[in-house]
């Protein structure tokens, strides 16, 4: 039987594993938009849009919620055995750790050097263009995007058939 390119499209999109990670990056970064609204730290539409969909670092760490989401739905569906939830999980864990090791003390050493660089440029009177400051996660922001992600793999697996 022969499956169309709408078909597929329309079973990927509507597979409770395919859901669970969009549903739980987004909620993850509705989560971290309301909470900088709330502390007043978004200034404009354009922030709020880049904050809402694409900028990362801040709490719940969306990336977390996604791959957690992921290995949670997978869990369920093919089994803590299965060589899929295996796999999910290790990537879960480099995802992870990266969120919370590299790109932390990327963003951190890239703040510092952005602080050297202002100073350097304002003491000697050289031009100095600053560096993209990439903010990672606290363990707390990606433990509260585990919780995220947990949440919504199981309601997507236990609650949603296509």
């Excluded at 354009?46 to 957690?68: C, D, Q």
């Excluded at 990537?91 to 890239?110: E, K, P, T």
């Amino acid at each position: 039987m022969f499956i169309t390119m709408r078909e597929q499209l329309y079973s990927f999109l509507l597979n409770p594993v395919s859901l669970s990670a969009l549903f739980s990056w987004f909620s993850a970064q509705f989560i971290k938009t309301v909470i900088k609204l709330l502390t007043g730290r978004v200034n404009d539409l354009k922030e709020l849009i880049a904050l809402l969909f694409w900028r990362t670092g801040g709490m719940p760490s969306s990336h977390t919620a996604l791959v957690t989401a992921l290995s949670t739905t997978i869990g369920f569906k093919q089994g803590v055995c299965s060589d899929l939830f295996i796999f999910s999980i290790f990537s879960a864990m480099i995802v992870i750790r990266d969120a919370m090791g590299v790109r932390r003390s990327s963003g951190l050493q890239a703040k510092m050097l952005n602080e050297v660089g202002a100073k350097m440029a304002e003491t000697m009177n050289i031009p100095f263009k600053p560096v993209k400051e990439v903010q990672g996660h606290t363990p707390v922001e990606v433990f509260a995007g585990m919780i995220v992600g947990v949440i919504i793999g199981s309601y997507f697996s236990l609650y949603y058939t296509a």
